[in-house]
């Protein structure tokens, strides 16, 4: 295949969500950016595609929506230090930057007819696109519930970023440092958030720590990343957000969650179209890019000169071995994930149809009612407000958004149960396990002449396993994220047929964010 | 330092690691949980109806042994009143089926159950090692598979069986699992979880094992000192499988339940409406009268192919009019040697259906 034809295609399959009308005019979508290829081929894809605020005419196969980019750093929770999550979070903005501008270099070169390296290179040096990314550390999930924080959060972000903006550099990315010194009018106010933003990154390290099972780690900081940036969209005003899960992610996942026992909800993750968040005024997960396969992905990065801002991998690998080493007697295992994307690696490489083999075949599975089309949300007429409009602008909002939300439940779908962790459809076996657990503990209750749940929960200390089971987690969740000793022996015992019988209490669970534990 | 002792009974000393819970248990408490862990399954799903009589597929390796052996003790131990005997297949390859057939006979005598050994041969004029002799060994565990699973089925009607009983393991089972979904086989993926095969025929196929690990059948085939033939099949690489047994060892290594969270799975997922109306309804096959999921089994195909000296009938995916095969010579009949075939006909399959309508 040939450049063009390459960039052709995946264009058009970014563009589908257009044809799909999933993209309408006046919408306001946030773009979720790791700063990998996927997402950043995913950015350089819709930037073009919305049509300049400035210019009134219409422009071809251009239209009009707002457009944020949250990028949730995760770097520590990898067991990067602070300042090297510093630096990747500067590195992903930069990335943006520089994506954003390729973007509009195209465009100009496109609609001017002309694309010689000239006229390339000053589009881009005058082209300030003025394309912010919102930082959001892992971390912040203990903001979760707690909306005017994030926001206030998000207001430092951009903030900061104007600063740097305003720090010209000779070749065009802003040179970041010196970020605390930069910042003086806000010294008082950068020390109390600082000190929060350090004990919430305690919680969260404490939280991570606490999960022993490599997997469930992984899955826990996808868990936690996806409800932060939902909640994140939400106070961006967003009402769709696309992700840039490529095909090769998804049929690595279709794998691993087969192998966590998650046939159930499968198919809920690997749909263009996932709203299950919207009943509580989340925005509606997109995935345009689930037909372009990884290496697709890199070649347009390739192509078009993207940096991409990674984490170095094999670091991170090294350092959660180590840490977990120091923890636990066992010697570290390899993750579900990580096993189940080699395995998909290895088979792609000899047989180039096997991730469009799998993802067809996990098509075949039944998707949940949110994940149609139907059961988005229809979008109120927002005014064409920019990202700074949303967040600054939150109060007059106020009301629209809750018609918003009046619209939203009125068209959601039946609501489909489902784990308060990760969110997965719980399976019909889930539910019967959690309403026998629930009607026991509850004569465990009155028998105590308790009869509140609470009280149980109170009492976890003594080992109350039944109001544990009765919580509403997928066997998953339990499993491999709420671990607790002696568990994998007394699931072992339950397959085998027998009572199982499990010793304590989660340590995890206390450690979780309210919001999502509640 | 004492001795570790085991976690189930707590007063002998600890002799394993049980590979599915990781428990340290003794020899005999790991007798028990695995014994009583296959009768859970079968109580469970009510494989086996009292008065039932039952072909134990035996190939005289260690899955089939241990199936003979649990087979007998718990029909014994809980009077399932199961009319067992032993059924094998007499594939007919030199230096591993006669060896491990003698295996099965010494099985006969130790646990007291009847044998029937029914040949590749007699049912089929062909033995493997003719057929490999014929096309290589590129296709050939197609045949053995085709031919196996219909002789299987023959010789429990011969003997009058109501069940047949497969000593498949939860790896195996896992392992189909996962090839079902690189494959893309929605249909076969529907229901090679299900622990009951063919339930509305007049013999279903069941698999007790469905949730015992390999490891441990091993380690009790081990223990007990069961008398079992552990040499693979000379023709079996096991090219095709072999990428995906190693994926769920991995998977095992990684976490010892993701065998039975596969399974899980399999059994969760819930198909769209559209891919059951797909599947082939079974009938019944016009030559040799049994089960078929087309006009002629794909054992009849195969057959007819060797008869008529172009092997690759059957093998390489070609169809013809009407949903047939491509290929079939409409005169020939079950067993009705069609012999000789000019080397011209074995070119292309396809063109003979012009030549032969």
Known sequence: ?518 | MPPRLCVRCNTSRAMLNRPKTQEQVCRECFFTAFEEEVHQTIVDNKLFKHGERLAVAASGGKDSTVLAHIMSTLNARYNYGLDLFLLSIDEGITGYRDDSLETVKRNEQQYGIPLKVVSYKELYGWTMDEIVSQIGTKNNCTFCGVFRRQALDRGAVLMGANKIATGHNADDVAETVLLNILRGDVPRLGRCANIITGEDSSLPRVKPFKYAYEKEIVLYAYYKKLDYFSTECIYAPFAARGFAREFIKDLEAARPLAIIDVIRSAEDFVFAAASDEKLPQPRTCERCGYISSQPVCKACVLLEGLNRGMPRLGVSRTRGRRGEKAGLHPDVGRGGGGGSSGPAEVASPVEIVYETT
């Open chain 1, 1 to 518: 295949m040939c450049h063009a034809c390459l960039e052709l295609s995946v264009r058009g399959k970014v563009r589908a969500l257009k044809t799909h009308k999933l993209l309408l005019p006046g919408d306001n979508i946030a773009v979720a950016l790791s700063g990998g290829s996927c997402s950043l081929t995913l950015l350089s894809n819709v930037l073009p595609m919305r049509k300049d605020a400035s210019t009134p005419r219409k422009e071809r196969g251009k239209i009009e929506f707002g457009l944020t980019v949250i990028h949730v750093n995760e770097a520590t929770a990898h067991g990067a230090a602070a300042a090297e999550a510093e630096a990747h979070s500067r590195d992903v903005v930069a990335a943006a930057r520089q994506c954003a501008a390729v973007a509009a270099a195209m465009t100009t070169a496109e609609s001017g007819g002309s694309s010689t390296a000239a006229s390339t290179s000053t589009s881009m040096g005058n082209a300030s696109p003025g394309l912010d990314v919102w930082v959001v550390p892992l971390r912040d999930v203990f903001l979760l519930g707690d909306a005017e924080a994030l926001r206030r959060e998000a207001v430092r972000s951009w903030r900061q970023q104007q600063q740097q903006q305003q720090q010209p550099a000779a070749d065009g990315t802003p040179v970041w440092g010196g970020e605390a010194g930069g910042d003086s009018d806000y010294v008082g106010e950068a020390a109390a958030t600082a000190s929060g933003a350090a004990e919430r990154e305690a919680r969260l390290q404490q939280l991570l720590q606490a999960v022993q099972d490599p997997t469930g780690r992984e899955d826990l900081i996808r868990h936690l990343r996806r409800r932060l940036l939902a909640a994140a969209g939400a106070v961006a005003g967003a009402t769709k957000l696309l992700c840039g899960d490529s095909a090769t992610a998804l049929a690595a996942r279709v794998i691993a969650e087969t192998a966590k026992g998650r046939g159930f909800a499968l198919p809920s993750d690997i749909q263009l179209v996932d709203a299950r968040g919207t009943g509580a005024g989340e925005p509606t997960f997109l995935y345009p890019m689930r037909e372009v396969t990884v290496k697709e992905a890199v070649f347009v990065c390739r192509l078009r000169g993207l940096h991409l801002a990674e984490l170095p991998a094999p670091l991170l690998l090294a350092r959660l071995s180590s840490a977990s080493t120091g923890l636990h007697s066992h010697p570290p295992r390899r993750s579900i994930n990580s096993l189940a994307s080699a395995f998909v690696d290895s088979l792609q490489a000899n047989l180039p149809s096997t991730i469009f083999t799998v993802l067809r075949t996990a098509s075949a599975l039944r998707p949940f009612p949110f994940n149609s089309p139907d059961a988005m949300p229809s979008t109120f007429p927002a005014t064409p407000n920019n990202e700074l409009k949303a967040l600054h602008g939150r109060s007059t909002e106020g009301a629209s958004g809750a018609n918003g939300d009046g619209v939203a439940v009125g068209c959601r779908p039946a609501a489909v149960p489902c784990c308060v962790l990760c969110r997965a459809p719980l399976s019909a076996r889930e539910l019967r396990a959690i309403h026998a657990a629930a009607a026991s503990a509850a004569d465990a209750g009155k028998q105590e002449g308790a009869g509140s749940v609470e009280v149980v929960q109170a009492e976890q200390e003594e080992g109350d396993d039944e109001e544990d089971a009765a919580a509403p987690f997928c066997g998953s969740c339990r499993g491999q994220i709420l671990f607790r000793p002696g568990h994998h022996e007394a699931r072992g015992r339950e397959e085998a047929g027998g009572s199982g019988n499990v010793d304590g209490p989660s340590l995890v669970q206390g450690l979780l964010p309210e919001a999502l534990a509640a």
